[in-house]
T-cell receptor, first 112, second 112 residues
């Protein structure tokens, strides 16, 4: 069964605003990752957070992980038109499992 | 630049006519994956190779087969495509224990 559910399914904001997307999952995990997918393209890895970490930053990205609630959030600050894409969370259940289970995705539109 | 390449980018086939999609990588990664992604849905893992070891997902239809003749190349064969097989097919790679997956641009399959 699908591991992750993302919320909201779609989000439209003005350029310069912050965007927050949430991901919930069902079982214990080794790590959680966020990927971006531009329309009609492959996925690009953004950031990985391990199960023993609570927060991680990379440039304008901030990811949090709450393993007690089995949830994660991705914050994109000072959004740009180029951030328009779909964002997926993905979980790796066990170290060395080599498999990811993807969430349903959030379609983010940045309005110039 | 090291990368994952998928050919063709667009493939049109007829109902029931076998089709092969190809993926190559210059990353020298041990693990290669094939995903199916239907419109506005999460990527769904079909199977993956852990070096030469083939790992099929339990719910992957028998209609889908794969070959990995060497480290660099991996093929997805759809023996008798149905209308429901129209989708984006994504190839990805990772190092063993590497956690992050690197995706190709995808092949969009249309079945007429």
């Amino acid at each position: 069964s699908q591991q992750g559910e993302e919320d909201p399914q779609a989000l439209s904001i003005q350029e310069g605003e912050n965007a927050t997307m949430n991901c919930s999952y069902k079982t214990s995990i080794n790590n959680l990752q966020w990927y971006r997918q531009n329309s009609g393209r492959g996925l690009v890895h953004l950031i990985l957070i391990r199960s023993n970490e609570r927060e991680k930053h990379s440039g304008r990205l901030r990811v949090t992980l709450d393993t007690s609630k089995k949830s994660s959030s991705l914050l994109i600050t000072a959004s740009r038109a180029a951030d328009t894409a779909s964002y997926f969370c993905a979980t790796e259940r066990d170290f060395g499992n080599e498999k990811l289970t993807f969430g349903t995705g959030t379609r983010l539109t940045i309005i110039p | 630049d090291a990368m994952v390449i998928q050919n063709p980018r667009y493939q049109v086939t007829q109902f029931g006519k076998p089709v092969t999609l190809s993926c190559s990588q210059t990353l020298n990664h041990n693990v290669m994956y094939w995903y199916q992604q239907k419109s506005s849905q999460a990527p769904k893992l079909l199977f993956h190779y852990y070096d030469k070891d083939f790992n099929n997902e339990a719910d992957t239809p028998d209609n889908f087969q794969s070959r990995r003749p060497n480290t660099s190349f991996c093929f997805l064969d759809i023996r008798s495509p149905g209308l429901g097989d129209a989708a984006m097919y994504l190839c990805a790679t990772s190092r063993i224990g590497g956690e992050t997956q690197y995706f190709g641009p995808g092949t969009r399959l249309l079945v007429l």
